[in-house]
């Protein structure tokens, strides 16, 4: 079997469109700033969220682009990255989970960065880019010197403040043998690693200016716990946070939606239930507080790219590697297929672009970002991606685009994979059996023109079964196809 027969498993999840594009690359050597923020929902004010504070996010939207609907290929970090470095989508990788290392099941693939280097660029990455903390998914091949992350950072500040290990990043107080969920930190703001994922950036600007680059920086709050420095706290006044309805969606399936294993893990999260207001209250401030946070690291690099004239011939692309739910459904994190999980920031800017400042209503996904970098750098296109170009939008946002937008979570322990087509007006959840994904056992169909916040399903009703019938059968002739090699 060949590299490239490698990568495909006998069930592929590959869309009919072709990845070549008419847009023209920028006439200069691209640069590219990459940037991943955990966990990052978008909820900012560049999509019309006006309660959170981001200066530097809507910064980044005026000189670029904000995609309003972008979807990442699945709710939870590795697959969700796994998909978007290799261009390929969850059922070619055959990964679901956190622990499994992609080169693993695609041991051939050649990542976005690796491609980047392949074609002459440096490639270096700082922070969490790939996922961590669940085995070793360090990718030495995709980086021309190894990557650069917190563990060293921490161990600095172990070593010169022993007494003082709260402010650096994990290190809080436990009950119980339990870490806290949320801490305002009142020790200096340089303890906290995504200061120094900062620092180092900007340092690696300075050292890169002179070759083309490719620079993946990771952020990694909002991720739990929720740690900012104080003064982010007090830019909210808890008084007018909003506390979310905690209505479970009329007639889904409970399995559905998941039982936020990874909050309840931390003190004072009950084992089962909602949480209550107080808990919810501060839980949505500490996530504001981390993502204002974020905002001030942005802001830094945004002014470093500047001070070096890099901004002249650098394409930026920030985006939060899937959504989270801050007590929506009474919920919280990720690991469904719903829309708060599914559908992430994505903010793109390159010098050359044409509508610059302006948001796309187009549907987009996270599996579209490598072949666009290559198309917008000049570079060849894989012949192994999924996704295609978005772009042309970069000079033209009302294009006409893809019809649908696909992604995926699966339900082990009821034998199942839901896969989750988002059209313009509709969602639909496909539950199927695990093993063959063409039998369908349960269906959701949520109207986004009536009933954006997916507050109902109505697969069921007899005037939308046509709808339902439709939408599967787009599943399988686009996407779900059987694939057999010798």
């Not at 969700?80 to 499994?100: A, E, F, M, Q, V």
């Not at 007590?327 to 559908?343: A, I, P, Q, V």
């Not at 987009?364 to 996704?387: K, R």
Request: charged share 25%; hydrophobic share 35%.
């Amino acid at each position: 079997m060949s590299g490239m027969r490698k990568i495909f498993g006998l069930l592929v999840l590959f869309p009919l469109c072709s990845c070549t594009t008419t847009a023209q690359p920028d006439t200069a050597e691209m640069n590219v700033l990459f940037i991943a923020v955990d966990d990052l929902r978008p909820e900012l004010s560049s999509y019309g969220q006006s309660h959170i504070i981001s200066p530097n996010f809507d910064r980044l939207a005026s000189q670029g682009m904000v995609f309003e609907r972008a979807y990442c290929q699945q709710a939870v970090c590795a697959p969700s990255r796994n998909s978007l470095l290799t261009g390929l989508r969850p059922d070619s990788l055959k990964i679901y989970n956190l622990s499994t290392n992609f080169r693993t099941n695609v041991p051939y693939v050649v990542t976005l960065p690796q491609h980047f280097k392949n074609n002459g660029y440096q490639t270096e990455a700082i922070g969490k880019i790939y996922h961590t903390g669940h085995g070793n998914h360090d990718d030495s091949i995709s980086w021309s010197v190894p990557r650069w992350y917190h563990s060293a950072y921490k161990k600095q500040f172990a070593q010169i403040n022993r007494n003082d290990t709260m402010g650096i990043q994990g290190s809080l107080p436990a009950f119980d043998g339990r870490k806290i969920p949320w801490y305002a930190s009142e020790f200096p703001e340089s303890n906290l690693t995504d200061v120094g994922i900062t620092d180092r950036a900007i340092e690696r600007l300075s050292a890169l200016k002179n070759k083309p680059f490719f620079l993946a920086v990771g952020y990694l709050k909002p991720h739990l716990p929720f740690i900012a420095p104080k003064k982010y706290w007090d830019l909210y006044d808890p008084d007018n946070i909003r506390i979310p309805d905690r209505v479970r969606p009329e007639g889904t399936a409970g399995f559905a939606l998941a039982n936020f294993g990874e909050l309840r893990k931390y003190h004072g999260i009950p084992a089962e239930g909602y949480l209550n207001d107080d808990q919810t209250r501060d839980m949505i401030h500490g996530y504001y507080a981390c993502v204002s946070f974020i905002d001030a690291q942005l802001g830094r690099l945004l002014d470093e790219l500047a001070r070096l004239e890099l901004d002249r011939n650098t394409i930026i692309v920030l985006w939060g590697d899937h959504g989270w739910k801050l007590g929506e459904y009474g919920e919280w994190c990720k690991h469904t297929n719903f829309e708060l999980d599914t559908r992430a920031p994505l903010m793109v800017s390159t010098p050359s672009m044409r509508a610059k400042g302006r948001k796309t209503n187009a549907l987009v996904e996270f599996v579209d970002i490598y072949p666009t970098l290559c198309d917008v750098a000049g570079l060849p296109l894989p012949d192994h991606l999924q996704g295609k170009s978005f772009g042309p939008l970069l000079d033209d946002p009302a294009l006409p685009w893809k019809q649908s937008a696909l992604s995926q979570y699966p339900r082990s322990k009821a034998g199942l994979m839901g896969y989750s087509l988002r059209t313009d007006q509709y969602r639909l959840v496909s539950w199927r059996d695990k093993n063959t994904r063409r039998e369908i056992r349960a269906s959701e169909l949520y109207d986004h023109h009536a009933d954006p916040t997916e507050s109902r399903n109505i697969a069921n009703l007899p005037e939308y079964i046509p709808v339902v019938k439709e939408l599967n059968e787009r599943l399988d002739r686009e996407y779900i196809q059987i694939h057999t090699f010798n």
